[in-house]
């Protein structure tokens, strides 16, 4: 099973970007799935996740100015991110917990850099 990010890019602050991760694989289910992300010289922090039933939480930091959402018919997971500030630049994250043929599955993608600046 594979996750593949895309969405990333270099916006102007107060700008926005959508985030999407599409899940790839044969007899997988994820429950949670969720967006982290890193900053230069920070560690990996949680910035939402959402469960399969469509229960979200959200980082602080991001609380009003992020959405997370999911289609489980597709296996995707989508951030949008608006009201973008400078302090948001970091390589984003997606990553999923689930099973698969009934054992326990845990993936992260390769990451897509979102860059805020002016």
């Known amino acids: 099973v594979q996750l593949v990010e895309s969405g990333g890019g270099l916006v102007q602050p107060g700008g926005s970007l959508r985030l999407s991760c599409a899940a790839s694989?044969?007899?997988?289910?994820?429950?949670?799935m969720a967006w982290y992300r890193q900053a230069p010289g920070k560690q990996r922090e949680l910035v939402a996740a959402?469960?399969?039933?469509?229960?979200?939480n959200y980082a602080d930091s991001v609380k009003g100015r992020f959405t997370i959402s999911r289609d489980n018919a597709k296996n995707t997971v989508y951030l949008q991110t608006n009201s973008l500030k400078p302090e948001d630049t970091a390589v984003y994250y997606c990553?999923?917990?689930?099973?698969?043929?009934?054992?326990?599955?845990?993936?992260w993608g390769q990451g897509t850099q979102v860059t805020v600046s002016s």
């Open positions: 694989g044969n007899n997988f289910r994820f429950n949670t």
């Open positions: 959402i469960s399969s039933g469509g229960s979200t």
């Open positions: 990553n999923a917990k689930g099973s698969q043929n009934g054992i326990p599955l845990f993936r």
